[in-house]
C-alpha cells in the first residue's frame, strides 16, 4: 500500500489581469479569477495512476486563504481521498522558505507517508525550489523534474528528460517528487467524483496547529520583498522605413541611435 501526499496550490488564472497589492506589493489573489495549478492537476493525476496500479491513499495538502478551498475540491473530485488545508492570516507574504516549513509540518501530519508529489514549479512564482526545501526540511530524498514515475515495492524510479538525453533516478521511499508539465494528461473530475469531493473529509489547520511559530512566517520574515512596481508600459507604433536604395543606412543608423550596434 502506497500513502501519497499530493501538495496543490490555488493560483491566479493565467488568463486573468494579475497585480500587486497597492499597500504592500504582494499578489493581488482577489483581483483574479483563482483556479487549482496546472502542474498540480499533473500531479494528482499520477498519484491516483499509482493509486490505481494498486493499493493505495493520496492526501492533498494546500498552503492558502479560505477560498483555496476550491482548488482542494478539485483535487478531490478527480480521485484523491482527503486533504489537509492550511489556512492563517499570519501566512500572508510568506516567502519560499516559510510556505515550505508549513508545507513540511503538514506533511509530516500525514501518518505513514510514502512518497510527496508536487509540481515542479508554481506558475504565480516559478522559483521551482519548495519541493526541494521540503525534501530537505523531511530528510527525504528528492527526484525532480520527472517527465516518467514508477513505484517498485519500497523504492521509485524516475526519468527526466533533457536536451542532452535521459536521466535514470532511483531512490527509496519515503521521497519527494515534483513532476514536469509532460508527465502525463490529468483526467477531468466526473459528475459522481465532484458530488462525492463534497463528503471527503478536509481537515482544516492554523501554523499553531502545526506547532510552527507565526513569527517565522509571513511578509515581516521574508527573505525577499518588492520594493514598487509598475505596469509595462503601452507598445508605441514602430518606425517604418521606406526603401529608396539606402534602406539599409537608415536600418543602420537607427539601430545606431538606439545604442543596439
Known sequence: MTNIVVLVKQ?????SERKLSGADNTLDRESADAVLDEINEKAVEEALKIKEAGEGEVTVVSVGPDRAT????KALSMGADKAIHVS????????????????????????????????????????GAVPAIIAELL?????????????DGTSIKADRYTEDGVTHL????????????????????SFKGIMAAKKKPVETLTVADLGVDAAEVGLGNAWSSVLEASPKPPRTAGERVEDEGDGGSKVAAYLVAQKLI
Do not use: C, M, W
Not at 493560483?11 to 488568463?15: E, K, L, N, R, S
Not at 530528510?139 to 513505484?151: A, F, R
Not at 527509496?172 to 473530475?189: H, Q, T
Open 70 to 73: 476550491d482548488a482542494i475540491r
Open 170 to 189: 532511483e531512490a527509496n521511499l519515503p521521497a519527494v517528487v515534483s513532476v514536469g508539465e509532460k508527465i502525463n494528461e490529468p483526467r477531468y473530475p
Open 139 to 151: 530528510g527525504l530524498p528528492q527526484l525532480t523534474h520527472v517527465n516518467e514515475l514508477t513505484v
Open 11 to 15: 493560483v491566479p488564472d493565467t488568463y
Open 88 to 127: 492563517d492570516a499570519a501566512l500572508h507574504g510568506s516567502d519560499a522558505i516559510a510556505t515550505a516549513k508549513v508545507l513540511a509540518a503538514a506533511i509530516s501530519k500525514v501518518e505513514g507517508f510514502d512518497l510527496v508529489i508536487t509540481g515542479n514549479e508554481a506558475s504565480d512564482g516559478r522559483g
